[in-house]
C-alpha cells in the first residue's frame, strides 16, 4: 500500500461509540496529522505530544516557540444527533484554538489546566469532520508564566479526550470540566459535614422532571448513603443541585492511612431507572490548621511536613509524559519517607492528584505566575482564571492543602540594573494588586485550604506587604549555593521569625546542583558533586528539624529538569534533583529514605563512587553508610566494623589493599552491599602498564565518562616518584563559584571535564619509566567572547590578529609538540579541544606549557602505556 493511502486510513476515524443513554469518553490521542512553523514537513504524531522534547536540550539556549497544528478526518454518524459531543484538554501549551469543520469552537489560554469545548453544534452528522488543532507557545506577555527556570515545551501534553453525553448531561464546560464539587466545611473525628455540588443541563427542546442522586461508598467500597432530589429543567436550563450528608465516625484520610470515600452522581427520568448522565468523584475526609507553635496539625496531630518539588518532564520525552510516569515519580517520592509535595511550578496532569490521594502525600499546588508580573488587565485575567480553574478542578482531591498563586514575583526586579524607581514601583503596585485579587478568588472559591505563596531571598517581600497576603509564605532559600554560607540559612530564618513571630514559615526550595558523575571526599558549592549535595541537605534538614516555626520543607527538586538556559555541568538541565531526568537516583535521594522512614533502613552510599583512588596505603577511605539505626556494622570479608550513626550517617574510614572489596552494612535488621575498587595513587604510575591515569585538572572532583566508564581523577600537585601538576591556578570564571567556567562546552557530553581547569599551569609530570606513550591533552577556551561562527568565518590574516589572545606552546621533555596553540584561533571559544601525542622517553615525561601571550591552562590529561 502505498503511504498516502495508509495516512488516509490512520487519520480516518469513525467513532465506534456504544450509543448507550450514558456518557462515552474516550481519548482521542493517536495519529494526529501535525505540522509546525519551524519544520514544514508534516508527520503523524501521538497525543501526548510536544514539538520540543528534542531542541530544548540541543545547543543554544533556544528552542522553538511557536504555533503547531494538529488536524484529524472523522466521520460522525447520524445517531450522534441525539447526543452533544465535547473535546476535554487535560492540557495543552498554551494557547489553543479549536475548529471542527473550519469553525471555532474555542480558545483557551494558559497552558497547565484542563478545558472542555462543547463541538456539538459545528459537527456534520452522516459525513466525515475535520478537527483542526492550533497550538501556539510563544511567549505571550499577558499570560503567565513569562519567564521561569524550566522550558515552556509546547503541544497537546496531556491526554484529550471525546465525551458524547445524552442532551440532558451534568455540565461539562466551565472551569470544573465536569466535576461535581465536593465539600467538605466541618470535619472533625466524630463527624463530618459534606456537601455535593453539581449541575445539570437540559439540552433538549423539551423541560424534563427528572431525579437526581448522589450515592455515597465508604473507603471500603460498600454504598451506605443514597440522596436524592426531584428537579424540573426548562427547555435549555442548567441548574444548581446540591446534596449534603453528616457522615459520623468518618475514616479520616492522612498520609498514613488515606481512606478514600466515593460519591457517585446519576441523573435519571423522574420515575424511570434509566440513567441519562453519571459522574463520580472520590474524597477525603480530614481537617488540619497551621500555627507557629505546633507547626501543621492534621487531624489533630502534629507533623512536620518533609518532602521535594517536582517538574512535569522526563528524559527524551520533555513535558508529553504518559501517566504511569506520573505515578511512578509520585511512588518513588512516596518510598523516599516524604509526605508532602509542591506541584511546582504550575498544576500538574490529573493523575498526579489522584495518586497523591491514594499515597498519602499532601499537596501545595500553584499556578505559573512567576518572576515578573504585566500590568495589563489581560495578565491579571488570565492569572484569576488559572486559579479557578486550578481549584475547581482539583477541588475534591484531600491531599491538596495549599494553594499557591506565586512564585518569586520579585526576582527579575531585584536584578534588573536599568529598570528606574518609578517601575519598580510600578511593578510592585501590580504585583500586590495581582496577589490581593488572587487571595481573595482563592478564599471566595476555597476557603477551607491555605493560601500560599513563594518567595526568594529578599526584604521586598516584606517591605512590600506581598509577603502578608497570603495564609502562609514559603522561602526559596539557597544559601550555600546562590548566596554562601549553609549556617546563614537558620540565622535567616531565626531573624525572619523575630520580626514575625506569628507567621507559620515554609522551606519551599533548596537544595544544589549535583550531578552523578562526579564524586569527592572533599565538596564544596559548586563543584556539582553527590558528596556537597548530601552536606547542603543534612544541614537544612537539622535546621529545619530545630525550629518548630518552620512548618515543612521540600527540596528542589525531585527530578533533574529541563531549562534551556542553563549551563551547568549538564548543559540545559537544572541539575538539583535527588533523582536524573532519568529517574536513576542518586546517593541523596537514599539520605532522604534514611531521614525519614520508619522502617528499618539501610543503604552504603556512593552508587557512582565505586572505585577510589587515595593517596596511599596510609590514607584512609571513607565509606559513608545512610541508616536510621542508632548503630551499624560494617563487614569486609571477615572483618568487622561497628560505627555510630549520626544524623542517619556512619561514617568508616578505613585502610584497604589495592583491589576489589566486597561491603556490606547492617543494622541487625536490613543490610545492604556494595562492590568497591581501591587504586593507590603512588602506585599508579608503577602500575601504567596494567591502567592508564587519566586526571581531571584544576579540581579536587573525580569524574567518571558515562560512555566509556573512564574516570578522571582528581588533580594533585606534582611529588616526586608521582605525577601531578607544576604552577598555576584553579580557573575561576565568577568569583562567587569557586571553581571553573559555566559554559556549555561545545562538540563533547563530557562538559564537567573541560570546564574545570588549571590556569598559567607551567607543567605536568609522570614519573614514568622508559617506554613509548600516549599522552591526550584536554582543554577548552573558556574566555574568548567572539562566537564561533566568527572564527570559522575569519580570512587568515583576520585569525592572525587573534593571536594576540591566548596562545602557548606545548613541549614534552623539552621537545616542542604543538607550537603557538591558541584555542580561540585553531577551534573556536567554549569548545572541547583533545590532542593527543605520541612521546618516547627514557625516563618520565614532563608536559611543559610555554606562554606566548595570555595564560596557558589545561583541562585534563590522560597517559597511556603503548
Ligand atoms: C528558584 C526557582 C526555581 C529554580 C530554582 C533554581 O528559586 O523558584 O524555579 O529552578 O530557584 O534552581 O535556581
Not at 504585566?374 to 491538596?400: C, G, W
Not at 536584578?415 to 524607581?421: G, L, S, Y
Not at 596494567?690 to 594533585?716: A, H, P, R
Request: glycine share 6%.
Amino acid at each position: 500500500m502505498k503511504f498516502s493511502s495508509l495516512f488516509f486510513i490512520a487519520l480516518f476515524l469513525t467513532w465506534s461509540f456504544n450509543l448507550s443513554a450514558q456518557r462515552n469518553i474516550q481519548t482521542i490521542n493517536s495519529a494526529w496529522e501535525f505540522s509546525s512553523k519551524k519544520n514544514d514537513a508534516t508527520k503523524i504524531v501521538n497525543i501526548p505530544h510536544t514539538w520540543n522534547a528534542e531542541d530544548a536540550f540541543e545547543d543554544g539556549k533556544d528552542y522553538f516557540r511557536g504555533k503547531g497544528t494538529y488536524k484529524k478526518t472523522f466521520f460522525v454518524p447520524e445517531e450522534w444527533q441525539e447526543k452533544r459531543a465535547f473535546l476535554k484538554f487535560e492540557g495543552s501549551n498554551q494557547i489553543t484554538t479549536v475548529f471542527v469543520n473550519d469553525l471555532k469552537v474555542g480558545e483557551h489560554r494558559g497552558g497547565y489546566t484542563g478545558f472542555v469545548f462543547d463541538i456539538s453544534e459545528a459537527l456534520k452528522f452522516g459525513k466525515e469532520n475535520k478537527i483542526r488543532i492550533e497550538v501556539n507557545n510563544a511567549h505571550n506577555s499577558n499570560i503567565p508564566p513569562l519567564d521561569a527556570d524550566f522550558n515552556f515545551y509546547g503541544g497537546i501534553y496531556r491526554d484529550l479526550h471525546l465525551i458524547l453525553t445524552n442532551k440532558i448531561h451534568f455540565e461539562l464546560e466551565n472551569e470544573a470540566t465536569g466535576n461535581m464539587l465536593i465539600k467538605t466545611p466541618e470535619v472533625n473525628s466524630e463527624n463530618a459535614q459534606v456537601v455535593f455540588e453539581t449541575k445539570i443541563v437540559n439540552h433538549s427542546q423539551k423541560a424534563k422532571n427528572l431525579q437526581v442522586r448522589v450515592e455515597i461508598f465508604n473507603p471500603e467500597k460498600q454504598k451506605f448513603e443514597t440522596l436524592s432530589k426531584q428537579i424540573r429543567l426548562s427547555q435549555g436550563e442548567t441548574k444548581s443541585v446540591n446534596f449534603s450528608k453528616e457522615i459520623n465516625n468518618p475514616e479520616l484520610w492522612s498520609p498514613d492511612s488515606p481512606s478514600l470515600y466515593t460519591a457517585v452522581a446519576q441523573i435519571s427520568h423522574e420515575n424511570s431507572s434509566e440513567i441519562l448522565d453519571e459522574i463520580d468523584s472520590r474524597f477525603g475526609l480530614r481537617w488540619f490548621e497551621v500555627s507557629t507553635e505546633k507547626g501543621f496539625v492534621l487531624n489533630g496531630e502534629p507533623i512536620k511536613l518533609i518532602g521535594a518539588n517536582r517538574h512535569q518532564d522526563y528524559k527524551d520525552l520533555g513535558n508529553a509524559l504518559p501517566n504511569k510516569i506520573h505515578r511512578s515519580d509520585y511512588k518513588t517520592i512516596k518510598k523516599m519517607g516524604a509526605n508532602v509535595i509542591r506541584t511546582a511550578h504550575y498544576p500538574q496532569d490529573p493523575e498526579v492528584y489522584k495518586i497523591c490521594d491514594e499515597l498519602g502525600l499532601l499537596v501545595w499546588t500553584e499556578v505559573p505566575v512567576i518572576n515578573d508580573v504585566t500590568d495589563t488587565e489581560a495578565y491579571h485575567d488570565v492569572s484569576l482564571k488559572m486559579q479557578r480553574e486550578q481549584i475547581l478542578q482539583f477541588f475534591n482531591h484531600p491531599s491538596i492543602v495549599m494553594w499557591g498563586y506565586m512564585n518569586e514575583i520579585f526576582i527579575r526586579l531585584v536584578f534588573n540594573n536599568e529598570i528606574t524607581e518609578a517601575e519598580k514601583e510600578a511593578k510592585i503596585k501590580t504585583s500586590v494588586e495581582l496577589a490581593k485579587k488572587l487571595e481573595k478568588e482563592t478564599k471566595r472559591l476555597d476557603p477551607h485550604r491555605l493560601s500560599v505563596m513563594a518567595l526568594h531571598e529578599n526584604q521586598l517581600y516584606n517591605e512590600s506587604g506581598i509577603a502578608d497576603i497570603p495564609d502562609v509564605i514559603g522561602w526559596n532559600l539557597y544559601f550555600g549555593w546562590y548566596s554562601p554560607g549553609l549556617e546563614s540559612f537558620g540565622e535567616f530564618l531565626d531573624r525572619q521569625h523575630t520580626r514575625y513571630p506569628n507567621r507559620p514559615l515554609f522551606i519551599s526550595e533548596y537544595g544544589p546542583g549535583a550531578d552523578s558523575r562526579l564524586q569527592t571526599d572533599e565538596p564544596k558549592p559548586w563543584d556539582y558533586s553527590e558528596a556537597y549535595q548530601l552536606k547542603l541537605h543534612r544541614s537544612y534538614l537539622n535546621q529545619v528539624q530545630a525550629r518548630d516555626y518552620v512548618f515543612g520543607m521540600t527540596a528542589w527538586n525531585f527530578a533533574d529538569f529541563g531549562s534551556s538556559f542553563r549551563q551547568d555541568s549538564r548543559p540545559y538541565i537544572n541539575q538539583k534533583g535527588l533523582v536524573n531526568i532519568d529517574r536513576s537516583k542518586k546517593d541523596i535521594y537514599h539520605y532522604y529514605q534514611a531521614r525519614l522512614l520508619d522502617e528499618p533502613f539501610i543503604y552504603i552510599a556512593g552508587k557512582n563512587y565505586e572505585k577510589r583512588y587515595p593517596i596511599d596505603e596510609n590514607d584512609s577511605i571513607e565509606i559513608t553508610v545512610f541508616s536510621n539505626a542508632d548503630k551499624v556494622k560494617l563487614n569486609i570479608g571477615n572483618a568487622e566494623f561497628t560505627s555510630e550513626v549520626e544524623d542517619a550517617i556512619a561514617i568508616f574510614k578505613l585502610s584497604l589493599p589495592t583491589g576489589k572489596h566486597q561491603l556490606m552494612a547492617t543494622d541487625g535488621k536490613v543490610s545492604h552491599s556494595r562492590e568497591i575498587e581501591v587504586k593507590y595513587r603512588k602506585k599508579l604510575v608503577l602500575d601504567i602498564a596494567k591502567s592508564n591515569i587519566l586526571v581531571n585538572v584544576g579540581t579536587q572532583v573525580n569524574f567518571t565518562d558515562e560512555t566509556t566508564g573512564e574516570t578522571w581523577i582528581s588533580d594533585q600537585e606534582y611529588k616526586e616518584g608521582g605525577f601531578g601538576y607544576v604552577g598555576g591556578n584553579v580557573y575561576q570564571k565568577n568569583e562567587h563559584k569557586f571553581q571553573g567556567t559555566a559554559s556549555d562546552i561545545l562538540g563533547t557530553e563530557n562538559d564537567p571535564l573541560f570546564q574545570t581547569m588549571r590556569e598559567g599551569i607551567e607543567a605536568y609530570k609522570f614519573d614514568v619509566k622508559e617506554g613509548k606513550y600516549r599522552l591526550t591533552l584536554l582543554f577548552a577556551e573558556p574566555d574568548y567572547k567572539a562566537s564561533e561562527e566568527n572564527i570559522y568565518n575569519l580570512n587568515e590574516s583576520q585569525k592572525e590578529k587573534l593571536t594576540g589572545l591566548r596562545s602557548f606552546d606545548v613541549r614534552i621533555n623539552g621537545e616542542t609538540f604543538s607550537k603557538n596553540l591558541n584555542l580561540a584561533r585553531d577551534y573556536g571559544n567554549i569548545r572541547a579541544v583533545k590532542i593527543s601525542y605520541v612521546v618516547k622517553t627514557q625516563n618520565g615525561i614532563s608536559v611543559e606549557f610555554e606562554e606566548n601571550s595570555g595564560k596557558a591552562l589545561l583541562s585534563g590529561i590522560k597517559l597511556e602505556k603503548l
